[in-house]
């Protein structure tokens, strides 16, 4: 099924580094946050240790030098009292006093030399040369006045203390401000570059985070409409599909997972719309022939270009009989074969203009087609019956059989019409006109409005019907059956006749249908029952054996008093039951087998011998016949009719035969009427045979003459 093309330019949408599989998204998505969490703390976390060194170095180098610097100048001045204290004393109380200068000079040396020890920068440096030189300076004023002071001479150390010690002193002193000033400068910088780095440290962490943050929410904004937007696309898809729209595609939407819900739904939806389709052809098309149906025919899915303006309905007669005998794959095979050629003549005919465009050509049931064309005139419709004639002349091979391919063909058209008709009722019409093909024996009929008003007539026929009875318009006409074997006479079939007071003779084709239909027909079948009983009470003292048949109508079989009528009948008259005979339809009994079954083993208790007569002709089953209390088989006309010369009508008729006398039948057949068709049945086994080449139905003198004639029994 070809994708809609805006569905087929739908390519995936390109995702770079993005994966395919929403699972591999969702891990990446978050695997990139957790990195750039990672990150940031990471980040900040060294920031904290930048700054904690900082402090840690400020606090263990800086301070303490600061601390070092302060202790410096305390001692430095701290020398200076011992000092002049010594001036003053005497020598045993000096010595505490020297103790102490030792003690803070021993202190300052230290002091000095730690300084030295971690320097910061050059400025450092030549103030701490300049404090050790004036530290050198002070000491040897230190060593002068104490020289002078032991020396005793007051005056010389006076001199020296004022002259030598006090300068260097105090530039002892300047020098160690100066460098606790640049100790404290030192600091002061210090801090303010760890308030800088602390900014940016804070800064670094802000910016980091707003970006994380950031790019947190992107990556959940991507993650989610990435799984989000192709989930509602696949939500909508399935929702067109839903409401029946098949060609409608889930498009391809680069997430593996959704692709493959959305393969599946696609994949759902061709196989939905083959099985709709499926069944909608199954709904138009017939499964043996591929042609269309009886809802095709009649409601085709598009109405056609050209109305149709004529029906044929083409019926294939014995088809029971070929599917019983030859077998279902046979009676297939032809029923295939007339769906063949019925279409490639229809097909022909429109491809040379001669009918519309486009005819129909339809299977209805069983061996029934019928086919819905424009024909100009029916001067076309006639020229297409020869060419359907025609394709229907050649025998069917199949499995080694060969079968005739016996069609009647019912017409009907708008001609007499000012609108075309709708198909349903051209079909109707030509339903009436293959009942007249059959009945004629024509092949093929033309609905006619004349065959209309006479079926109207005959109905108005058959209400007279009981007039006809009662006053004995009605006449039975028998018709002698001989046994093949002897040539003797074995009995008659009853015929009804009517001589009509206006109408003259009227035959029974015309008006026992109709007296069916009405159900007149069970006064026409009591009235032939007494005549019948009668005639045999009159043969019997000469021809005891002879029967008399009685056709016995389907209406009969639907009465449940029928069989006790026929009891009293028989009875009544002292006729040995045996002698009538009873003919029953198969289509007659296929209206309601159960009751049918049930009244013919009533009819069958009282001694009655029942015959199927047309056997070959309905639609019951030989299995179903198997069931039924019958005595004879009478196989209709339509298969003996040129028997001689249908191999395919012998093989038919010789099955016929050979399973009547398996389940112990007579078989009889009727409407022999050349010598040829005689010698041809009598070949296949037949017991009786009936027709106009022994005898025609018979009556009044003609009748009584052929009894005379007969030999005694
Ligand atoms: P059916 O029962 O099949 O009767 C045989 C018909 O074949 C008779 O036509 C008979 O005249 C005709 N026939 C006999 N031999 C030949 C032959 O060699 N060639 C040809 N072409 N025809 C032959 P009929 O009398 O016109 O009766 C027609 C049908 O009307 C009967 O067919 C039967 O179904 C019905 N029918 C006749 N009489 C009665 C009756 O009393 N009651 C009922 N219910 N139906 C009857
Ligand atoms: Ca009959
Ligand atoms: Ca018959």
Request: proline residues 4%; charged residues 20%.
């Amino acid at each position: 099924m070809a994708l809609p093309t805006e569905l087929q330019d739908a390519q995936p949408r390109t995702t770079g580094f993005w994966p395919q599989r929403i699972g591999r998204r969702l891990a990446l998505g978050f695997g990139i946050l957790v990195v750039l969490m990672l990150l940031v703390l990471s980040q900040i976390g060294l920031q904290f240790r930048n700054v904690s060194e900082i402090t840690r170095q400020f606090a263990e180098g800086d301070m303490q030098r600061l601390l070092r610097v302060q202790q410096l100048g305390i001692q430095t001045e701290g020398v200076g009292t011992p000092l002049v204290r010594l001036m003053n004393t005497t020598r045993e109380q000096r010595i505490p006093e020297y103790a102490e200068i030792d003690a803070r000079s021993k202190t300052i040396d230290n002091i000095l030399e730690s300084l030295a020890d971690d320097l910061k920068d050059s400025g450092q440096e030549e103030t701490l040369i300049r404090l050790k030189k004036s530290w050198a300076d002070y000491q040897a004023a230190y060593i002068a006045t104490a020289e002078a002071v032991e020396a005793e001479d007051r005056e010389a150390a006076t001199k020296a203390l004022n002259e030598l010690f006090t300068p260097a002193l105090s530039a002892m002193l300047h020098e160690s401000n100066v460098l606790l000033q640049r100790e404290r400068e030192r600091i002061q910088s210090q801090l303010d570059d760890a308030q800088v780095l602390f900014r940016e440290a804070t800064l670094w962490a802000t910016a980091l985070s707003i970006l994380v943050v950031v790019l947190a929410a992107w990556l959940a904004w991507r993650t989610t409409g990435s799984v989000v937007t192709p989930l509602r696309a696949l939500e909508s898809a399935a929702r067109d599909i839903a409401q029946g729209n098949y060609a409608s595609r889930v498009p391809t939407t680069g997430t593996t997972e959704i692709d493959r819900v959305g393969g599946a739904l696609n994949t759902m939806a061709e196989t939905v719309a083959q099985r709709e389709e499926q069944i909608v052809r199954l709904a138009y098309e017939d499964a043996l022939t591929g042609l269309p149906n009886r809802t095709a025919l009649l409601q085709p899915m598009q109405t056609p270009v050209i109305a149709p303006n004529t029906v044929a309905l083409l019926d294939l007669a014995r088809l029971k009989v070929v599917n019983e005998t030859l077998g279902y794959a046979t009676g297939d095979t032809l029923i295939r074969q007339l769906g063949q050629r019925t279409a490639a003549v229809f097909s022909a005919a429109a491809l040379a203009q001669q009918i519309g465009p486009d005819p129909t050509v339809a299977r209805l049931s069983g061996g029934t087609f019928a086919a819905a064309f424009c024909a100009p005139t029916r001067a076309e419709a006639q020229a297409l019956h020869a060419a359907l004639k025609a394709a229907m002349s050649e025998v069917v091979q199949c499995s080694g059989h060969k079968v005739d391919m016996d069609v009647s063909i019912g017409y009907a058209d708008s001609a007499s019409t000012a609108t075309p008709l709708p198909v349903g009722t051209l079909l109707r019409n030509a339903e009436v006109a293959l009942h007249t093909a059959k009945r004629t024996a024509q092949g093929h009929a033309w609905h006619s409005e004349a065959q209309e008003a006479a079926r109207l007539d005959h109905l108005s026929l058959v209400t007279d019907l009981r007039r006809a009875v009662a006053e004995s318009q009605l006449q039975m006409w028998l018709q002698p059956k001989f046994s093949l074997a002897t040539g003797k006479a074995v009995g008659a079939e009853a015929l009804v006749r009517w001589q009509h007071l206006s109408r003259g003779f009227v035959s029974p084709a015309e008006f026992v249908p109709f007296a069916e239909q009405t159900g007149y027909i069970t006064l026409v079948t009591d009235w032939m029952l007494r005549e019948a009983l009668r005639t045999l009470v009159r043969w019997a003292p000469l021809q005891p054996h002879l029967t008399i048949a009685v056709n016995v109508s389907t209406r009969d079989l639907q009465d449940a008093g029928f069989a006790v009528r026929v009891g009293q009948l028989l009875q009544a008259s002292g006729v040995e039951p045996k002698r009538l005979r009873l003919e029953i339809t198969e289509s007659g009994l296929m209206e309601d087998p159960h009751k049918s079954i049930a009244l013919l083993h009533t009819l069958r208790d009282l001694g009655t011998p029942l015959s199927i007569d047309d056997f070959g002709t309905g639609y019951s089953s030989l299995a179903y016949l198997q069931k039924l209390p019958v005595s004879e088989l009478k196989i209709d006309r339509a298969f003996i009719d040129k028997i001689d010369t249908a191999p395919g009508s012998q093989k038919l008729v010789k099955a016929m035969i050979e399973m009547g006398h398996g389940m112990d039948l007579m078989v009889t057949a009727e409407g022999v009427e050349t010598e040829a068709e005689r010698a041809t049945i009598a070949a296949l086994g037949c017991d009786v045979m009936q027709g106009y080449l022994a005898s025609k139905p018979l009556y009044g003198a003609a009748l009584q003459n052929w009894f005379d004639g007969l030999p005694p029994a």
